[in-house]
Nanobody
Framework: QVQLVESGGGLEQAGGSLRLSCAASGRAFSTYIMGWFRQAPGKEREFVAAINWSGAITNYADSVKGRFTISRDNAKNTVYLQMNTLKPEDTAVYYC?????????????????WGQGTQVTVSS
């Protein structure tokens, strides 16, 4: 069982930056694939980024590639999402998620554990 708590969301102007954190409690955090997803009002939850257990392998949605960076610190049981050059279309609730299938996935259904989400609002 893994509990996930996101933080770091807020209101930012277009072109600005935010860093989201996701603190995990529970066992074997370092063995989990970690992902970030987001959900805007009236839209389905979508993949943003994912990282493997060691941090050596990452995957990004095309819409954030080159602007967002996912990383993890297994000693702190924490995964991060650095978001630069923010755009109004990045406005959403951002969710941290964990899967123990061993493979990076972009599918919501492959992630077993979810945080409660943190709101990110980007003004134009």
């Amino acid at each position: 069982q893994v509990q996930l708590v996101e933080s770091g969301g807020g209101l930012e102007q277009a072109g600005g930056s935010l860093r989201l954190s996701c603190a995990a409690s529970g066992r074997a955090f370092s063995t989990y694939i970690m992902g970030w997803f987001r959900q805007a009002p009236g839209k389905e939850r979508e993949f943003v980024a994912a990282i493997n257990w060691s941090g050596a392998i990452t995957n990004y949605a095309d819409s954030v590639k080159g602007r967002f960076t996912i990383s993890r610190d297994n000693a702190k049981n924490t995964v991060y999402l650095q978001m630069n050059t923010l755009k109004p279309e990045d406005t959403a609730v951002y969710y941290c998620a964990a899967n123990n299938y061993g493979l990076i996935s972009i599918r919501v259904s492959d992630y077993v554990y979810w945080g409660q989400g943190t709101q990110v609002t980007v003004s134009s």
